[in-house]
């Protein structure tokens, strides 16, 4: 069984930064990707950042050149640095990695609980 367990978030004001971080444990064998989702009130679940296991990153428009994902490989965890954050960053924010527990397995998706954001103007 895999477990992810999200840290970090909370109320920042509008231009503050927040750090989110999600360590997943559990028999894994190999991370294929790893990723932030964030899903606001009344909108659907949107793919925020993304970083496979060759560390290329991807980023939805809104957030780039404010936000950057990393990951530790040693520790399983991916982070989510927020800097410059604004209000419509608002959202409940999802960890989601996807990955295989044996060889030969085929590749899961597995999320984190959830970590609210909320940025105040």
């Known amino acids: 069984q895999v477990q992810l367990v999200q840290s970090g978030g909370g109320l920042v004001q509008a231009g503050g930064s927040l750090r989110l971080s999600c360590a997943a444990s559990g028999s894994i064998f190999s991370i294929n990707a790893m990723g932030w989702y964030r899903q606001a009130p009344g909108k659907q679940r949107e793919l925020v950042a993304s970083?496979?296991?060759?560390?290329?990153?991807a980023y939805t428009d809104s957030v780039k050149g404010r936000f950057t994902i990393s990951r530790d490989n040693a520790k399983n965890t991916v982070y989510l640095q927020m800097n410059s954050l604004k209000p419509e960053d608002t959202a409940v924010y999802y960890c989601k990695i996807i990955a295989t527990m044996e060889p030969r397995d085929l590749a899961h998706d597995y999320w984190g609980q959830g970590t609210q954001v909320t940025v105040s103007s």
């Open positions: 970083i496979i296991s060759d560390g290329s990153t």
